[in-house]
């Protein structure tokens, strides 16, 4: 019999999964299906893929059938035992977006694990509940089945003192406010990454830019700097998440009564960032095809804002080595990076424009002073990875 590693990022009302095959020969663990369940809570319906991105298998329970995260993780592993050949689930990984001052690395979950990480989730209450909902409904469901948690904010723990500080009293910052950071699985996965394609390079800007954004500041592969800072709604603007907006703005609003913190927070997670400044929406794609002033308007801003952040890791870095574009538009939006490197020409970069409308990996000019890269990132893998290691030690 052979093993397998489920990899698993539970949402509201949705879960995603991976399978990843232990080979014990290889040292490798190549990837065996991927999948998801969706609208768990009205009209649950699963679907995976093989590796290549063929489909493999779909399952409705019916509209109106709502099932729980310990019913579609129990009907996941079932399906990954019954039609994967001879393979059985060893462990699980769990993506959680905090881990406090408690984890500053992957940890195996126990029970009092779990209820640290429930104590968060008033700091971070968009993703946390659920990434933890996932993982104590897989030990309820699999008790005797290993778990591991990883941490998006673990990455970035190796910032210094003086940038994961904000200028607030002791009583406050005790508290647990403190510029946590996050997308650290995807750039921990690209700090590995880095050294295979520019192996001399120490300093580099790292930009996740998906349906969530950020930019992160590495040095010899550590972090040192990244944009999102308590929260997941600061920094970067996002698809429909703000990015940074001013403390007075948000009092201006309460005091008003147009808001009360509920519906303040939803509005600047949910109908902010792309979506509010365009009007028509938070998909770069759709804004790229977009004729419309105000959605060119929020593509200018999306750059604006990129541009600061790279002035300003450029100078906590000392330089720039190497610039890396990651995640989906990173990957994807050609004139999304061509855009943003002609706003960093002053710091050395130059395009090779065919380079960049095919993709890369390199997309810089032979003589830019600054290498830059399309590396696509792999959480997922970085997961596996982190869960095989504890298993293993």
Known sequence: MSDAIIVVNAGSTSLKFGAYAVDDAAG??????????????????????????KPLDTHEWGEGHAIDHGTALRFVIAWLEANLGDRKVIAAGHRIVLGGARFEAPVRIASDVLDY?????????????????????????????????????SFHRTMPEVAQNYALPKDVRDTGVRHWGYHGISYDYISRQVPKFAPQARRVIAAHLGGGASMCAMLDGRSVETSMGFAGASGLPMATRSGDVPLGALFYLLRRKLFDDTSLEKMLYERAGLLGLSGVSGDMRVLQE????????????????????????????????????????????????????????????????????????????????????????????????????????
């Open 28 to 53: 490798s663990l190549p990837l065996l299906c991927r999948g998801r369940i969706d609208s768990m809570q009205g009209d649950p319906h699963f679907v995976v893929q093989n590796a290549a991105g």
């Open 117 to 153: 990480l429930d104590s968060l989730v008033v700091m971070e209450p968009s993703h946390q509940p659920y990434n933890v909902l996932g993982a104590r409904a897989l030990a309820e469901a699999f008790p005797g089945l290993p778990q591991v948690a990883c941490f998006d904010t």
């Open 290 to 393: 977009s004729t419309d002033p105000l959605a060119v308007a929020a593509m200018e801003y999306f750059i604006y804002a990129m541009t600061k952040y790279a002035g300003a890791y450029a100078a906590v870095l000392g330089g720039l080595d190497a610039f890396v574009f990651t995640a989906g538009i990173g990957e994807h939006s050609a004139p999304v990076r061509a855009a943003l490197c002609a706003k960093l020409a002053w710091l050395g970069v130059k395009l090779d424009e065919r380079a960049n409308t095919s993709g890369g990996p390199c997309i810089s000019a032979a003589d830019s002073g600054v290498s830059v890269w399309v590396i696509p990132t792999n959480e997922e893998l970085m997961i596996a990875q982190h869960t095989l290691a504890l298993l293993s030690s």
